[in-house]
């Protein structure tokens, strides 16, 4: 009995051992199931956020207006989004089967493949720049065979150690700006072309008073070269006066922009003296107005400088020519006075001259009152010159030109009255002849 007792306790303690044993393998067993299944749900919350994040990007990028696109390390395709059909009028999948060649024109082509064979020397080069953004602009073809001008943003795919495994780009139309970056080149070529063949001095300058543009014509008008006036300083361009009056002008403009109140597209209009790089002075007008930007506001100066020498010059002449007229409206009104008192003078001395002349055949030469009346005689007809002279003045009479003796007038002279006055006022000269 004691030998079965003994089995049966083995038996039952083996028993025990076993039923601990299931109960530590079904412990083990919950714990890997439930371990199974917690990694079973985050694996299904990663699958659902993938997809859900693969789904926000499909939708962003099945809805975005730019392209976006991958290819591989040979230019093959791999995606494209579904707005190139609205840049290019192709499908998706007629756009992944296209290749380089039959996207882009002949120039465009041959621009990325050098920016790329760029790229690619820099990378073997520098590794470590490998996140480095090219921007190009590209031609493309559309379906209809027309073409689009494009932006293209271009990166490699990289793997985890770095090493390119394909390249990823955005896409963008750039039509629009490409036209209005045309208009505006063509703009300023036209621009350029008026302003480099222009007779008169074209210029521009910032809000420091710097030039920024001047037109060869300055080499004409003022000697220097556009090159030589762009590094000039004011003060050795224009007179002080001159330089003066134009900070005046410009105290006032600014002014007139901090108020607000004038009309934005004025004009001003001063003349100046500048200095020609001979030292001369060159006298200019200059018509200047600001040069706004996009708001309005006042970023330069754009102006017109015209050489009025030229128009002084004829001025002062015209000026003069004037003055020289109303002398001789002056002098053609005092001839004609003269005229009239001539006219009456001539008819007084007229009789003088008769009666001296009578007098002179009653009155024998050796009689003492036969001076006087030489004299007299002398006198009118002294006074008959002088009308002559006036009515010459007046154009009523004939210059006579006759040959002078000079010692007989001044002898006729020391026998005249009015010498003996002056010897008389004067009694301490003495009169040599």
């Known amino acids: 009995g004691f030998v ?18 299931l109960v530590e393998s079904e412990k083990k067993y919950r714990e890997a199931y439930d371990g199974l299944q917690r990694e079973m749900e985050d694996r299904r919350k990663v699958q659902q956020a993938l997809a859900e994040s693969e789904g926000l990007y499909r939708m962003i990028t099945d809805n975005v207006s730019d392209i976006l696109w991958t290819t591989d390390l040979n230019y093959r395709f791999n995606y494209i989004s579904p707005s190139i059909i609205k840049v290019r009028g192709f499908t998706v999948k007629e756009a992944l089967s296209q290749r380089l060649e039959e996207m882009l024109t002949p120039e465009s082509l041959q621009a990325v493949v050098q ?12 590794p470590e720049d490998w996140d480095v953004k090219i921007t190009i602009e590209l031609e493309q073809y559309r379906k209809d065979g027309s073409t689009v001008w494009t932006e293209n943003e271009i ?28 208009a505006l080149r063509e703009s300023e070529e036209k621009f350029r072309s008026i302003a480099e063949n222009s007779k008169e001095v074209i210029w521009m300058m910032d809000m420091n008073l710097r030039f920024t543009y001047i037109n060869p014509y300055i080499e004409h008008n003022m000697g220097y070269t556009p090159e030589e006036y762009l590094q000039l300083p004011l003060d050795k361009l224009m007179t002080p006066a001159s330089l003066s009056m134009c900070m005046h002008l410009l105290s006032e403009e600014l002014e007139n922009e901090r108020r607000g109140d004038q009309d934005p597209n004025r004009f001003r209009m001063i003349e100046v003296d500048h200095i020609h790089k001979d030292g001369k002075t060159v006298h200019a ?42 002398r001789a409206e002056k002098m053609e009104a005092l001839g004609q006075l003269a005229g009239g008192v001539a006219h009456d003078l001539n008819n007084v001395l007229g009789v003088s001259t008769l009666y001296s002349e009578l007098l002179q055949e009653k009155i024998p030469e050796e009689s003492p009152l036969r001076k006087y009346v030489d004299n007299i005689l002398s006198s009118t007809q002294k006074g008959a010159a002088i009308i002559e002279d006036l009515l010459t003045l007046a154009r009523r009479g004939v210059t ?34």
């Open 4 to 21: 079965w007792k003994s089995k049966i306790e083995a038996t039952y303690a083996r028993l025990v051992d076993r039923q601990h044993q």
């Open 115 to 126: 920016e790329m064979a760029t790229e690619d020397e820099r990378l073997k080069r520098h």
């Open 155 to 182: 990166n490699y795919l990289f793997d985890q150690n770095r090493r390119p495994i394909g390249i990823i780009g955005v896409t963008r139309e750039i039509s629009k700006r490409k036209r209005i970056e045309t």
């Open 285 to 326: 007008e200059l018509n200047m107005t600001f040069m706004r930007d996009a708001s309005g506001r006042a970023v330069g100066i754009l102006g017109l400088t015209r050489d009025i020498s030229e128009g002084k010059r004829l001025e002062a002449e015209r000026q003069d020519m004037e003055e020289h007229l109303q």
């Open 400 to 433: 006579v030109s006759d040959l002078m003796n000079l010692n007989g007038i001044v002898s006729n002279f020391l026998k005249n009255p009015v010498f003996e006055k002056i010897q008389a006022y004067h009694p301490h000269v003495t009169f040599r002849t």
